[in-house]
Nanobody, 124 residues
Framework: QVQLVESGGGLVQAGGSLRLSCAAS????????VAWFRQVPGKERDFVAL????????QYADSLKGRFTISRDNAENTVYLQMNSLKPEDTAVYYC?????????????????WGQGTQVTVSS
């Protein structure tokens, strides 16, 4: 089993930055593809970004390219999401997800492991 724990959420003013962390643990937490999704109440969970287990490949939702950066430290079993120039519409619960094999990588159904989520609120 794999456990994922997100942290780093909070309240920030528009234009500010936050860095989210996703810490993985468990006997089988190595060589995982890790993604970030976000969800606002009443809407579907949307893809934000993903990173391969080597860190060499990263993909982003088109609307977020240039503001968000995903990275990982495999020695610490942690994946990060650096969010810059935040906007009120970035307000959501952010979830990290992981699995060993994905197809497109942008669908919720492709990931077996999920964290509990961390709230990000951007005030105007």
């Amino acid at each position: 089993q794999v456990q994922l724990v997100e942290s780093g959420g909070g309240l920030v003013q528009a234009g500010g930055s936050l860095r989210l962390s996703c810490a993985a643990s468990g006997r089988t937490s190595s060589q995982l593809i890790v993604a970030w999704f976000r969800q606002v109440p009443g809407k579907e969970r949307d893809f934000v970004a993903l990173i391969s287990w080597t860190g060499r490949l990263a993909q982003y939702a088109d609307s977020l390219k240039g503001r968000f950066t995903i990275s990982r430290d495999n020695a610490e079993n942690t994946v990060y999401l650096q969010m810059n120039s935040l906007k009120p519409e970035d307000t959501a619960v952010y979830y990290c997800a992981a699995d060993r094999v994905v197809s497109s990588g942008s669908a919720v159904t492709e990931y077996a492991y999920w964290g509990q989520g961390t709230q990000v609120t951007v005030s105007s």
